[in-house]
């Protein structure tokens, strides 16, 4: 026995008893063939997982993409989380129904004034009891602050004061305090008339009319008006009665009586007729002052009551009244646009200031004029700037 033959001997004999598995290759590799079809079919199966990792992952995923600004490739909103988009699209649908509704509205508000006034002007133009007015020339300048200033005429045609203007006034409209203001001039004023010389302040309308009237303003105290409005007395009546046919609410200062109207002092209505007689008496110890007050009062007065809804309805007619009765230059347009906002504002009452103002005059006498107010111009014209401008 060769040396390699006893190792082999003695190997055999000492290894165990127990038998053992051989290792065939070539079996081990064809039943791995016959397996591997079953374990590729399960391979390619979508593992399975526990509900709850299922949807923590999901949540997780959710959240991943929410912080980096991704998207599920869906236009559906990730669930849990509500849809702010409709949301939005019904606020904007609501706005949208507003506004047109609201042009709507605006729309036949202008189209019922326009109606009304044109209605008034016409019933004005149609009056046979009264003179037709011609509108005059009249070279408006609108004012510094960009106000614009409405010189207003009251003309009473009685015996000595034919053609002279009884009542002078200013009327302030869109000025910087944004309400409406009124400055009274006394009649009695002796200023210097662009063209005539020294005279009464109301003889500028005999000489020239409205215009000239506008140059004296200016000349004397600094003060620009761009339109101008002139009613007489009979025209006034029909305004005020049109305007307010139960009458005017008002509490007379003092008792009075003028051509045959009787005034108790103290709360009562009055009509267009009686109102008149109120705004136009004079004759105490207080003169022209007395009336000045009395006429912003009236004008105060009228302003407060607009704030009736039946009233403010009747403002668009009664305006084209206004404007049939009187001698005007104001534009048709202005009117109706500022005319019922002008009415609004004033229902709180209209600031005013009577000019000459307090400390700024004297009375005297001309030999051509009579009795006068001798004034200040500049102080006055000082007043005048601080009040329009205030």
């Known amino acids: 026995m060769s040396r390699v033959d006893r190792y082999k001997h003695i190997h055999e004999k000492s290894r165990p008893a127990e038998h053992k598995k051989t290792f065939n290759p070539r079996k081990s590799m064809g039943e791995h063939r016959e397996e591997e079809p079953e374990e590729l079919a399960e391979s390619l199966q979508e593992p399975v997982y ?17 912080d980096s600004g991704g998207g599920n ?13 409709p949301k939005k699209k019904r606020k904007k649908s609501k706005t949208k129904r507003f506004f047109k509704w609201l042009v709507i509205l605006l729309i036949l508000l202008f189209a019922y004034s326009t109606v009304m006034f044109l209605k008034g002007k016409s019933a004005a133009e149609h009056d046979d009891s009264l003179p037709q007015e011609k509108v005059e020339t009249f070279n408006g300048v609108k004012s510094s602050n960009g106000a614009k200033n409405i010189l207003i005429l009251g003309s009473d045609t009685r015996g000595e004061d034919a053609g002279r203007a009884d009542t002078i006034m200013v009327l302030q409209l869109n000025g910087p305090s944004k309400k409406p203001k009124l400055i009274s001039f006394m009649r009695d004023t002796f200023v210097d008339i662009p063209g005539v010389g020294p005279n009464k302040i109301n003889a500028a309308y005999a000489y020239g009319g409205a215009e000239l009237v506008r140059e004296t303003l200016k000349q004397n105290f600094n003060l620009d008006t761009k339109y101008y409005a ?5 025209s006034f009546e029909k305004i005020v009665d049109s305007m307010f046919p139960k009458g005017v609410k008002i509490d007379a200062e003092k008792s009075l009586n003028l051509d045959g109207v009787d005034i108790e002092k103290g709360q009562q209505v009055m009509d267009g007729h009686v109102l ?3 705004a136009r008496f004079r004759m105490d110890e207080e003169g022209d002052f007395g009336r000045v007050r009395r006429q912003q009062q009236v004008m105060s007065a009228v302003m407060s009551q607009m704030k009736n809804p039946m009233t403010l309805l009747r403002t668009p ?6 404007v049939g009765y009187m001698s005007t230059d104001v534009p048709v347009s202005f009117m109706l646009t500022n005319g019922p ?20 005059w004297n009375f005297g006498e001309s030999s051509y004029a009579g009795s006068i107010l001798e004034v200040d111009e500049q102080k006055n014209a000082d007043a005048i700037e601080k009040f329009l401008n205030e």
């Open 341 to 360: 906002s002008l009415l609004i504002k004033g229902k709180a009452g209209v600031e005013s200031l009577s000019v000459p103002v307090p400390d700024s």
């Open 317 to 322: 007619e009664s305006l084209g009244k206004l």
């Open 73 to 85: 490739g869906s236009d559906q909103p990730p669930r849990g989380k509500k849809d702010k988009k």
């Open 230 to 234: 002139k009613v007489d007395f009979q």
């Open 276 to 278: 008149l007689q109120y």
């Open 50 to 66: 526990e509900d709850s990792y299922t949807e923590d992952s999901r949540r997780s995923e959710r959240r991943h993409q929410t």
